[in-house]
T-cell receptor
Framework: DAGVIQSPRHEVTEMGQEVTLRCKPI?????LFWYRQTMMRGLELLIY????????DSGMPEDRFSAKMPNASFSTLKIQPSEPRDSAVYFC??????????FGQGTRLTVV | DAKTTQPPSMDCAEGRAANLPCNHS???????VYWYRQIHSQGPQYIIH?????ETNEMASLIITEDRKSSTLILPHATLRDTAVYYC?????????????WGLGTSLAVNP
């Protein structure tokens, strides 16, 4: 398996624009996680899914953020409208049952 | 989940053992100790986990004290590629709770 695949790797956008981050989990994994990492706050869990159903979205900062998982092989994290303070590295991870999570390479988002 | 405390940084000479400590004095009986590391610009990578017995795999060894209030991750022969931030996390492997609380970790520098 190629591991968790995220796209794009880098995204630069202007404030107010919509941003969509994409993730393909490892085949067969039933958990999918979205994390955000900044220097100030470290690694924060935004939301996670089990069998395509959102289980805990308490980490989603505000209504501008939304995440979907339409099927077992694809998930999106959308920010609309984007703001400079959303600049961070966003990681997607997947796991099988209660075993360890595998992370993607991340998407570095810069909002100017 | 219980919180962990780690030193912010450590140095190690190449070829020597790196011993990374972690305090988790409030750990519960059903919580496991997990270790991940993050090499610069990459996603976190799982290393090892344990409940109360010492564990060893191809990457590292995990020593957990008898009272389970602290643990040590041991990289037996550190190489320059082991330079990374190492995270110690405790998590209960029960139910649907997969929320991990990530601290700031220990930044390990392996020097030639």
């Amino acid at each position: 398996d190629a591991g968790v695949i995220q796209s794009p790797r880098h995204e630069v956008t202007e404030m107010g624009q919509e941003v969509t981050l994409r993730c393909k989990p490892i085949s067969g994994h039933d958990y999918l996680f979205w994390y955000r990492q900044t220097m100030m706050r470290g690694l924060e869990l935004l939301i996670y899914f089990n069998n395509n159903v959102p289980i805990d979205d308490s980490g989603m900062p505000e209504d501008r953020f939304s995440a979907k998982m339409p099927n077992a092989s694809f998930s999106t994290l959308k920010i609309q409208p984007s703001e400079p303070r959303d600049s961070a590295v966003y990681f997607c991870a997947s796991a099988y049952r209660d075993t360890e999570a595998f992370f993607g390479q991340g998407t570095r988002l810069t909002v100017v | 989940d219980a919180k962990t405390t780690q030193p912010p940084s450590m140095d190690c000479a190449e070829g020597r053992a790196a011993n990374l400590p972690c305090n988790h004095s409030t750990i519960s009986g059903n919580e496991y100790v997990y270790w991940y590391r993050q090499i610069h610009s990459q996603g976190p990578q799982y290393i090892i986990h344990g409940l109360k017995n010492n564990e060893t795999n191809e990457m590292a060894s995990l020593i957990i004290t008898e009272d389970r209030k602290s643990s040590t991750l041991i990289l037996p022969h550190a190489t320059l590629r082991d330079t990374a931030v190492y995270y110690c996390i405790v998590r209960a492997r029960a139910g649907n709770n997969r929320k991990l609380i990530w601290g700031l970790g220990t930044s390990l520098a392996v020097n030639p």
